[in-house]
């Protein structure tokens, strides 16, 4: 029982924290602000989490951790569509925490870059070993962010099956660069 009631802690204490994000920036959150929407004590609080910046961390990994998995399980090629549509569908659940994360910066919180980390990784796995005129760290870095770009966006405003079949078009341009 009592690991049902912290499993139902720590997911209030989330929703609420997720809750605060939509009305006020990180900054201006405090635990007092998150305790209320979340609908528990400071102490509960307190005993799950240090403070806003270690819950804060622990939802960025728990995020970034699932974001690899969900990459590395993706095998099919450049050419097919279905592997980024699967990709929008596996965040959708969470999308709007997801994107109330990636806007925030912290130094030991900062789900953006931990997601452009991962899709720059990602790519530079499934690449061919083609000889571009452009260097691969830009390629790389032009893939992440563009690809991170059209998740958020996704993610958003919808459109995930025409998002995808254009970032497969751009990608595919973007592997036609070769010397």
């Known amino acids: 029982m009592t690991d049902l009631r912290k ?26 602000d998150i305790c209320a929407a979340a609908l528990v004590g400071r102490s509960t609080f ?8 270690a819950l804060l961390a622990e939802m960025v990994t728990e995020r970034a951790d699932t ?4 990459l590395d399980s993706r095998v099919a090629g450049v ?20 994107t109330r994360l990636l806007a925030i910066h912290e130094r030991d919180g900062d789900l953006r870059a931990r997601y452009l980390t991962s899709l720059a990784r990602h790519a530079e796995a499934l690449l061919p070993q ?12 032009l893939y992440a962010t563009t690809a991170l770009t059209a998740i958020s966006w996704s993610l958003r405003h919808g459109e995930p099956a025409a998002i995808s079949r254009f970032m497969n078009r751009l990608v595919k341009m973007v592997l036609s660069t070769s010397a």
């Open 7 to 32: 499993f139902k802690s720590r997911r209030d204490i989330q929703a609420g924290f997720i809750a605060c994000l939509g009305d006020q920036p990180f900054a201006a959150v405090t635990v007092n």
């Open 46 to 53: 307190y005993h799950h989490y240090a403070d806003k910046y």
């Open 67 to 70: 974001f690899d998995r969900l």
């Open 79 to 98: 050419a097919d569509d279905e592997p980024l549509l699967t990709l929008y569908r596996q965040l959708e659940g969470d999308a709007d925490a997801i």
């Open 130 to 141: 083609v000889a571009l005129s452009i260097p691969k760290d830009f390629a790389l870095e």
